[in-house]
């Protein structure tokens, strides 16, 4: 079983910065790769950025050129920095480990994010 625990959210205002942490623990070697998700009040979850298993990276058009995956192995870390924040970017950001057909296998509990105008 994996445990993913996120960090880093909270409020600021649009054309701010954040960057959240995902800690991973319990049975990392069942992970064949990390994404970030997020959910906004009222719609479906959505994949905002995730590494393929090749250690390349994806990312919703939404966030392209904002957002950046990033990884430290020594820590079984993931991150992800926010640049140019708005308040669209505005739900409940997820850390998630995908198994090696990219379906999500773990959820983390969530980090609340708030762009304000």
């Known amino acids: 079983q994996v445990q993913l625990v996120e960090s880093g959210g909270g409020l600021v205002q649009a054309g701010e910065s954040l960057r959240l942490s995902c800690a991973a623990s319990?049975?990392?070697?069942?992970?064949?790769?990390m994404a970030w998700c997020r959910q906004a009040p009222g719609k479906q979850r959505e994949l905002v950025a995730h590494?393929?298993?090749?250690?390349?990276?994806n990312y919703a058009d939404s966030v392209k050129g904002r957002f950046t995956i990033s990884r430290d192995n020594t820590k079984n870390t993931v991150y992800l920095q926010m640049n140019s924040l708005k308040p669209e970017d505005t739900a409940v950001y997820y850390c998630?480990?995908?198994?090696?057909?990219?379906?999500?296998?773990?959820w983390g509990q969530g980090t609340q994010v708030t762009v304000s105008s």
């Open positions: 590494f393929t298993s090749g250690g390349s990276t």
């Open positions: 998630a480990a995908m198994d090696r057909y990219y379906a999500i296998t773990s």
């Open positions: 319990g049975n990392i070697f069942s992970i064949n790769t």
